[in-house]
């Protein structure tokens, strides 16, 4: 009896034993706030975010991509974390967590996520929007995430703002009225844009068989959606006595009319645009085109990536926002640049981003970007975009202007006298200043830059 009463003991013991969390791994002991023992540290270099990690270069780290969990320890500096910690959050902006050396001083936030926006839901659709009330540094374009399933309406409206949008998935049928009284119908899929501007009034349909995903772009950061002005809505508070005045009908044609405004609903499937054409007496077609197709453009090829540039030049209608669309691939960077003149507005569609804005006086910030973030980047501020991920990025840069304008640093170097230069850059450092220059003195821009150090690996390995 006794043996069975040890045995029954020993059981309880080993089964409370694998109950209790294994504290003695890398990870477990960096979340509990204790230092990485030596047996860890295989390498020369201990792992990210550890007290023994140096890196004087600042190099990005894809904490998403190889699940790591970032911490604020940077060069020997920093300690660890003992309270409550976002793990998920903190992976999508390492850069916050551990800012790089370089960044320094006071700068707004400029990164949203539209997953922390309010979802509108509607029948057969739902919306979402970024303006300056959710990312204060958004003054200069407000945006809008919106989802219309087969055959829903976004019924008729029009805004204030003009409205730039581009098509992320599936197709849409728009329809518009120019100043001119000119009708404007068009179908558009996934990278097609259109652009009507203040005023304007118009209509959007979904049309494939899951419908379609939209991003507006309102050049106005205090822009509302809830502000529009909608048929319905309208209609709803006006009496219908004055109704049947400007229609010139009965009034009891009128007294079913919806009594608020209907803003998404099922409507029924469109015929072809042929038709479903107006064709009364007094119908005319626009003379104006309104949709342009973004993705079909020739894109620039660059060194590491590519640029399609869309703007009042090759979309004439668009007198109030530009845009790039912007592909780096793996490694690659958006070259050092800034706009003298718009702020950018970036919607990230794939991959994983790294940015440095430099906002002068000494002050600079890094974010980073997953898909679904807005980012905002001021006139006149210098920043990069550098993919940190293992897939390519693609990217949307609009600005609130009539065409795209960037400066690169680059081609500034190249376009100076090589001694101003020199003298700037590399006075205690001739050598250095020969290789820099022999690599800038052609001047051409390079939007998209793949980084080839095979020429300076040498001189990379003494830093």
Not at 145 to 160: A, P, S, T, Y
Not at 280 to 302: C, I
Not at 334 to 353: I, T, V, Y
Request: charged share 25%.
């Amino acid at each position: 009896m006794q043996t069975w009463s040890i045995v029954f003991l020993l059981v309880a013991l080993s089964e409370l034993c694998l109950a209790i969390p294994v504290q003695d791994s890398p990870r477990q002991r960096l979340l509990d706030g204790y230092e990485l023992p030596a047996k860890y540290r295989k390498t020369k270099n201990a792992p990210p975010y550890t007290p023994g990690n140096k890196d004087p270069l600042d190099k990005a780290i894809d904490t998403v991509g190889d699940q790591l969990d970032p911490l604020p320890w940077r060069n020997g500096l920093g300690a660890s974390v003992l309270g409550p910690w976002n793990w998920e959050r903190s992976r999508q902006s390492p850069d916050l967590v551990r800012p790089p050396s370089t960044d320094h001083g006071n700068m707004a936030n400029m990164r949203w996520s539209f997953a922390d926006s309010h979802v509108r839901i509607e029948e057969g659709g739902w919306t979402r929007q970024t303006t300056v009330r959710e990312l204060g540094s958004s003054v200069e374009l407000a945006s809008v995430n919106m989802r219309l399933d087969k055959g829903v309406i976004r019924e008729l409206h029009w805004h204030k703002e003009a409205e730039w949008a581009y098509v992320l998935d599936g197709e849409v049928r728009v329809t518009a009225l120019d100043y001119e009284g000119g009708n404007f119908i068009d179908d558009l899929k996934k990278g097609d844009l259109w652009y009507f501007p203040s005023g304007v009034p118009h209509s959007l349909q979904g049309l494939s068989p899951n419908g379609t995903e939209f991003l507006l772009i309102f050049d106005d950061g205090n822009f509302s959606e809830e502000s529009t002005f909608i048929l319905t809505d309208w209609l709803a508070h006006t009496p219908k006595s004055v109704i049947s005045k400007n229609f010139n009908l009965a009034p009891e044609i009128f007294a079913h009319i919806p009594d608020s405004e209907k803003y998404i609903f099922q409507g029924s499937q469109p015929g072809t645009i042929e038709q479903e054409k107006p064709n009364g007496k007094g119908v005319k077609k626009s003379k104006y085109n309104f949709t342009h197709r973004m993705l079909e453009q020739e894109p620039k090829k660059t060194s590491g990536g590519e640029v399609r540039i869309t703007d009042s030049k090759n979309f004439p209608i668009s007198k109030t926002i530009a845009a790039a669309h912007v592909i780096i691939e793996p490694g690659a960077i958006r070259e050092m640049h800034w706009h003298p003149n718009a702020d950018e507005w970036s919607f990230f569609l794939k991959g994983r981003a790294r940015i440095t804005i430099f906002a002068s006086e000494g002050t600079a910030r890094t974010f980073d970007y997953v898909p679904g973030d807005v980012g905002i980047v001021p006139r006149n501020m210098g920043h990069f975009v550098e993919n940190i991920g293992d897939e390519p990025i693609e990217m949307l840069e609009v600005f609130r202007a009539d065409e795209f304008r960037d400066f690169s640093l680059f081609q500034w170097m190249g376009e100076t006298p090589k001694k101003m230069v020199v003298d700037h850059l590399f006075a205690n450092d001739r050598e250095a200043g020969e290789i820099f220059w022999e690599k800038v003195k052609s001047a051409e821009k390079d939007e998209v830059t793949q980084p080839d150090f095979s020429s300076t690996e040498s001189r990379t390995d003494e830093l």
